[in-house]
Antibody, heavy 116, light 109 residues
Framework: QVQLQESGPGLVKPSETLSLTCTVSGGSISSYYWNWIRQPAGKGLEWIGRIYTSGSTNYNPSLKSRVTMSVDMSKNQFSLKLSSVTAADTAVYYC??????????WGQGTMVTVSS | EIVLTQSPGTLSLSPGERATLSCRASQSVSSSYLAWYQQKPGQAPRLLIYGASSRATGIPDRFSGSGSGTDFTLTISRLAPEDFAVYYC??????????FGQGTKLEIK
């Protein structure tokens, strides 16, 4: 079955750019919306944005100025870049799929800490 | 922005009891675009209910969803030990495209 796996640095310095990749295995990346969601420790879920396999994107307005998403069909991967990070961006970051159903498949999540 | 408010914040019940979790939206939400998720410690959320009342694949029939407009409910008919977790409602359609409620923690009494 389809599985998602996040990867990227677990520690990012303030003001730098957080970069994460989600690898899709067990199925095609085509014809779905691929999303990033984050969760600070002990808090709720915040949707960051999504990318369709055509490259079309939608971002949360609260993060839009700092977010860039991309997709690499040849590698079955999609990526997140979040610029100018602060401690407030410390969270577990999840990638997740949306198709006919909302957020039906999630990655296990990756913890990213922003600290010098 | 549509704000989803879940109540109660924490619900303390015993196995075998019935759980009723509420999700209230600040504006009307299409029933087609209301979902519920379960999250256990250290795990990603799991889709339980979509379209307000349809169970996702593999979800036991003790879980049911209902509601429309601004008021939605997740009901667990008879709590099993593995049901104690945090539950989130989520809507799609308004900017931002997806928003989640703040969660209800279901704990063992």
């Amino acid at each position: 079955q389809v599985q998602l796996q996040e990867s990227g640095p677990g520690l990012v310095k303030p003001s730098e750019t957080l970069s994460l990749t989600c690898t899709v295995s067990g199925g095609s990346i085509s014809s779905y919306y691929w999303n990033w969601i984050r969760q600070p420790a002990g808090k709720g879920l915040e949707w960051i944005g999504r990318i369709y396999t055509s490259g079309s994107t939608n971002y949360n307005p609260s993060l839009k100025s700092r977010v860039t998403m991309s997709v690499d069909m040849s590698k079955n991967q999609f990526s997140l870049k979040l610029s100018s990070v602060t401690a407030a961006d410390t969270a577990v970051y999840y990638c997740a799929r949306v198709g006919l159903l909302p957020f039906d498949i999630w990655g296990q999540g990756t913890m990213v800490t922003v600290s010098s | 922005e549509i704000v989803l408010t879940q109540s109660p914040g924490t619900l303390s019940l015993s196995p075998g009891e019935r759980a009723t979790l509420s999700c209230r939206a600040s504006q009307s939400v299409s029933s087609s675009y209301l979902a519920w998720y379960q999250q256990k410690p250290g795990q990603a959320p799991r889709l339980l209910i979509y379209g307000a009342s349809s169970r996702a694949t593999g979800i036991p029939d003790r879980f049911s969803g209902s509601g429309s407009g601004t008021d939605f409910t997740l009901t667990i008919s008879r709590l099993a030990p593995e049901d104690f977790a945090v539950y989130y409602c989520q809507q799609y359609g308004s900017s931002p495209l997806y928003t989640f409620g703040q969660g209800t923690k279901l704990e063992i009494k």
